[in-house]
């Protein structure tokens, strides 16, 4: 039996994918095959005027007046490919499509360029009510909310599917070795790999060189790149490890592998390294914020840092805070609570290592046979695009 063709296509011609679509790709749904087109830009001075680590001025400018231009672009260039059975849009509408299609999105506001929403919600409501726009995929139940939050979605309700984003399960063997491993895994996107501000990589360090001298068989492995300043700080303490070059996904694993605990106390949405290391049986210290929660429970699989009250994280319709200065500001100051809280979870997992056995235990059992295994995310993906498909 031949495969259906689903065409996985960019938000522009030959733009590029964030990395959670690798798994997509090389794991699909049974009976189906993900095309795609092999990128050939990545318009780095576009992407830096509108980065995460953007002037935050010019980020909140921007936030407000991008969405119509992207969405006139995207228009005129839109392109519909010839053979294949089902488009599937990442994080954007189609225009008019004559070939059935779905969407997805990590928040409502990616459907306009990660931008103010509210100023063409009328576009994005009346191209998602389309007779060909199938099915909307929000990333999670957050992420659902956020997009009932800013448009009307009362003809929109059948359309909309929770799908989580995940790995495949990990085959591995536990590396013997003397002491404490705790990692730090930065971004995986190539686009984002500097925006090291948005996973307080600096508190982390700071707690690290707080309880290293109490436990001297703990050691600290920062997978990532580092600022000047950060790179100078950590090179400073001889039990940190830093490795800034790029890995292949052989080697990563077996950093990994080789790890005892992963620290990632985000400022930002679930990160593929953190649905990684669980899938390596790594307990995780991470932050309660935004669709984390959903796959990490606080002492079950996981530990979760509470918000910094300092911190703002939501707009009115539960989207990230972040493209604000206010946000921008305070999270770029050095925060005492946050040095606090890794420091007393990261001493936690140090001292019990029972915690460290359950907790990472439950954690690759979360990515194996949980609802955010690879297996149940193509159980609903195989529903759909074949839903999807029917004339």
Known sequence: MLNKEVFLKYRFKRWYFHSL?????????EGFKIKYEKNSLTNESIHNLDSKSANPLLKEILFHIKPIPYLMIQRIKQYEPK???LIYASQHVLF???????TDFEFASALAAYGNISTVKNIIKKNLEHNQCKFILPWSNWAKETLLNSIDC?????????????????????????????????????????????????????????????????????????????LTLASKNSHIKIINKFLDKEQLNEIYANADIFVNPLHETLGISLLD???FELPVITTNIYEIPEAITHMKNGLLIEPSPKMKYYTETKSPYDYSIKFVKGM????????????????????????????????RNTIEKGDFSIEKRNEKLKKIFESSMKK
């Open 154 to 230: 009362k003809n929109l309700h059948e359309k909309i599917q929770v799908v989580n984003y995940t790995v495949q399960s990990k085959k591995f063997q536990k590396k013997s070795h003397d002491g404490i491993n705790i990692l730090f895994v930065g971004s995986s996107n190539p686009m984002n790999v500097r925006n090291i501000q948005f996973k307080n990589l600096k508190e982390i360090i700071l707690a690290f060189n707080e309880i290293y001298k109490k436990y001297d068989n703990v050691n600290l492995i920062l997978k990532s790149y580092l600022s000047p300043e950060l």
């Open 21 to 29: 679509y690798w798994e997509l790709i090389n794991h699909p749904p």
């Open 277 to 279: 290391a669980m899938s």
């Open 96 to 102: 008019n499509a004559k070939k059935p299609w779905v």
């Open 83 to 85: 053979n294949c059975d």
């Open 332 to 363: 770029n100051q050095v925060s005492e609570y946050m040095i606090e809280n890794i420091k007393k979870n990261m001493i936690m997992l140090i001292e019990d290592k029972s915690l460290r056995k359950k907790l990472g235990s439950e954690a």
